[in-house]
């Protein structure tokens, strides 16, 4: 399968925990993007990154959440000290930067994160 | 602040009949427009996008309409498939940006109903 893979597809955790996905993009892509959605809503852009750069943040990543992307192939995405407002889908999508923007973003199947 | 709004939140269509998803946007800096399709527990998918120097584009079944004066757009399927029922989603991306940076709306579940 050679699509965006994100791990784990769900997790449960207790509040004040902190937690920590991966993502692994399309190999070839340089572009990686998170993006959060919780019920009833679109996805909300969280960051992106151009290779290893992290070159946006979203004001939504507050302090508590850290993204890194160390060799410019997965991505992890850290919660700490997490918040039952912090239950939400985790998506990441990839796209490579020689197509037209946007057009190409291939979405992870997500990762569910509850709060309890 | 909503930019990019969707304000039905669901359609039920016939099998065979035409679906017609709305969306509006409020941000004119915006100059790229897309839909995704969202199955349960599946990660968006692309589906149809149109630039702001067009006013339609079609693929297949789906063509996409945009009116800039209004600041809206629609998508059309026609025919419509019970296999289209799914979430929609209406995403904006904004001009003077290299990457994709999407504004969703909040989607759209279309039931198709044999």
């Known amino acids: 399968d050679t699509g965006v893979s994100q791990d784990p597809r769900h997790k449960i955790t207790k509040r004040g925990q902190n937690v920590t996905f991966r993502c692994d993009p399309i190999s070839e892509h340089n572009r990686l993007y998170w993006y959060r959605q919780t019920l009833g809503q679109g996805p909300e852009f969280l960051t992106y990154f151009q290779n290893e750069a992290q070159l946006e943040k979203s004001r939504l990543l507050s302090d508590r959440f850290s993204a890194e992307r160390p060799k410019g192939s997965f991505s992890t995405l850290e919660i700490q000290r997490t918040e039952q407002g912090d239950s939400a889908m985790y998506l990441c999508?990839?796209?490579?930067?020689?197509?037209?923007?946007?057009?190409?973003?291939?979405f992870g199947q997500g990762t569910r994160l509850t709060v309890v | 602040d909503q930019q990019v709004k969707q304000n039905s939140p669901s359609l039920s269509v016939q099998e065979g009949r035409i679906s017609i998803l709305n969306c509006d946007y409020t941000?004119?800096?915006?100059?790229?427009f897309l839909w995704y399709k969202k199955y349960p527990a599946e990660g968006p998918t692309f589906l149809i996008s149109i630039s702001s120097i067009k006013d339609k584009n079609e693929d297949g079944r789906f063509t996409v309409f945009l009116n800039k004066s209004a600041k809206h757009l629609s998508l059309h399927i026609v025919p419509s498939q019970p296999g289209d029922s799914a979430v929609y989603f209406c995403a904006a991306l904004r001009g003077g940006t290299s990457y994709g940076k999407l504004t969703f709306g909040q989607g759209t579940i279309l039931t198709v109903h044999p």
């Open positions: 999508a990839s796209s490579p930067s020689s197509r037209d923007r946007g057009t190409e973003a291939f």
């Open positions: 941000n004119s800096m915006f100059d790229y």
